[in-house]
């Protein structure tokens, strides 16, 4: 059996030479679209501001950063505080509502333990050489992580644009984070 | 022990998680392609992490890793 090609070129088939010049164009298209070698891009949100969860955002985005994603932070609510000069400098460990304290929620509560669980937290952290809030962000900022600060939380926790570190990012909303997600390959919510 | 033509050393003796892995990306970034930067480190995650990062990205080969009494010592080098 044996295919008549003369029979198929109709008029409304495409001759050989459309076919190959579609090619080519598709090809073309192809690579322009898979040559695309930006960066990958890393997009966390931080809304907590305690000592303790002031960490994993700025250990996430400096060693991001050292693989070679580009990497914007956008911190909004509690998570302003890592970003505040003044504030950054003193963020807390809750003594209660963490199990794994060794001190009884009732115990706990008193006044003054959150600053000696925080103490204590600061001693083992100088202890172990684990690097501080302040040398994570002048590190992240240094290999380009973007640290934004929400606009409307700045508004509503009555802080001053100038109130954050040299390079962070203000006069963001929502929208400017949602961007970063959609064209992150990476999101996290910390 | 194999002995490796290095360019520059990097010492992290001490400091721990993110920093072994940041610092070696920022001192690598400093080097030629073809050299070899030396990092020493004590943090026992640095095996792991090193490892990964040099793995995941673009422009540096880890040579070598070498565990000793306390001392981590890793070979990166520079591909591009």
Not at chain 1, 30 to 46: F, G, R, V, Y
Not at chain 1, 105 to 134: F, H, S, Y
Not at chain 1, 136 to 146: A, K, N, Q, R, W
Request: charged content about 25%; aromatic content about 6%; hydrophobic content about 40%.
């Amino acid at each position: 059996m044996s295919t008549n090609t003369s029979q198929a070129q109709g008029e409304d088939v495409p001759s050989r030479a459309e076919l190959a010049a579609r090619i080519d164009e598709l090809e073309t298209e192809l690579a322009a679209a898979t040559e695309d070698d930006s960066n990958p891009k890393m997009s966390i949100i931080a809304t907590k501001g305690t000592l303790d969860m002031a960490y994993p955002p700025l250990i996430l985005a400096s060693t991001a950063a050292a693989f070679g994603y580009e990497v914007t932070v956008f911190h909004t609510f509690w998570g302003l505080d890592i970003l505040h000069e003044e504030r950054s400098k003193n963020l807390q460990l809750s003594s209660v509502g963490n199990p794994n304290m060794p001190v009884p929620n009732a115990v706990a509560a008193l006044p003054g333990m959150d600053r000696v669980t925080t103490k204590m937290m600061e001693k083992k952290i100088d202890d172990n050489d684990t690097a501080t809030i302040k040398e994570l962000i002048d590190t992240s900022l240094d290999m380009g992580v973007e640290f934004q600060a929400c606009q409307m939380t700045i508004d509503l926790m009555d802080y001053d644009e100038d109130d954050f570190y040299d390079g962070v990012t203000t006069g963001v909303g929502a929208a400017t984070a949602i961007q970063d997600m959609a064209d992150a390959d990476i999101q996290l919510l910390i | 022990m194999t002995q490796y033509e290095v360019t520059e050393t990097l010492d992290v003796k001490g400091e721990n998680c993110p920093m072994p892995v940041v610092k070696t990306k920022q001192n690598i970034d400093q080097l030629a392609e073809g050299e070899i930067l030396e990092v020493l480190a004590t943090d026992p995650g640095s095996m792991s992490d090193l490892g990964g990062w040099a793995d995941t990205t673009d422009g540096v080969e880890l040579v070598d890793q070498q565990e000793g009494d306390d001392v981590y010592t890793h070979y990166v080098r520079k591909t591009e």
